[in-house]
T-cell receptor, first 112, second 110 residues
């Protein structure tokens, strides 16, 4: 049982390049989330999807777009990467509205 | 604006030396207070949910408690394998998302 799977695990980009982070869960969860984690700061919500076909902005959505491709998959896209987007990105899922989240292992992104 | 503050930022304990981690919160209409454990290079792992003041939850050497302003994670007779960063998060009544604290990095020395 894989849980929440994120790809890639590591990525280095140059300023202005674009990329997509992929996330898939196999727990039949309705809700999925993208967070970023920076040193000295708590996890901050970028976007979330309460159910297939819906997405909503979180605390720090600027510079990102998301797609809820189906119930299993939720992708995060950086259209024009900036150094300020250097971070560790976590995807998470849960069955409903509970805060008992299941997290992936993270995607470490560096923007030069 | 919701706020969650954890202290201390880092804590070093000898094996067997009990202590507590603090989580102060200002979350409108608190729906739930959550504790997570995060190992280096890994995603957070859920530990506990607390819903109302006075509630306590236990798991092995960990016990979480909740008041109207704070939550504590008590660690009794810790072992080196308890070394990790512990995160707390609050969820307001009307929202789906969590507000996370920045964590306490716990190191337990053998």
């Amino acid at each position: 049982n894989a849980g929440v799977t994120q790809t890639p695990k590591f990525q280095v980009l140059k300023t202005g390049q674009s990329m997509t982070l992929q996330c898939a869960q196999d727990m039949n969860h309705n809700s999925m989330y993208w967070y970023r984690q920076d040193p000295g700061m708590g996890l901050r919500l970028i976007y979330y999807s309460a159910s297939e076909g819906t997405t909503d902005k979180g605390e720090v959505p600027n510079g990102y777009n998301v797609s809820r491709l189906n119930k299993r998959e939720f992708s995060l896209r950086l259209e024009s990467a900036a150094p300020s987007q250097t971070s560790v990105y976590f995807c998470a899922s849960t069955a409903g509205e509970t805060g008992e989240l299941f997290f992936g292992e993270g995607s470490r992104l560096t923007v030069l | 604006e919701d706020q969650v503050t954890q202290s201390p930022e880092a804590l070093r304990l000898q094996e067997g030396e009990s202590s507590s981690l603090n989580c102060s919160y200002t979350v409108s209409g608190l729906r739930g207070l959550f504790w997570y454990r995060q190992d280096p290079g890994k995603g957070p792992e859920f530990l506990f949910t607390l819903y109302s003041a006075g509630e306590e939850k236990e798991k092995e050497r960990l016990k979480a408690t909740l008041t109207k302003k704070e939550s504590f994670l008590h660690i009794t007779a810790p072992k080196p394998e308890d070394s990790a960063t512990y995160l707390c998060a609050g969820q307001r009544g009307s929202a789906r998302q969590l507000t996370f604290g920045s964590g306490t990095q716990l190191t337990v020395l053998p």
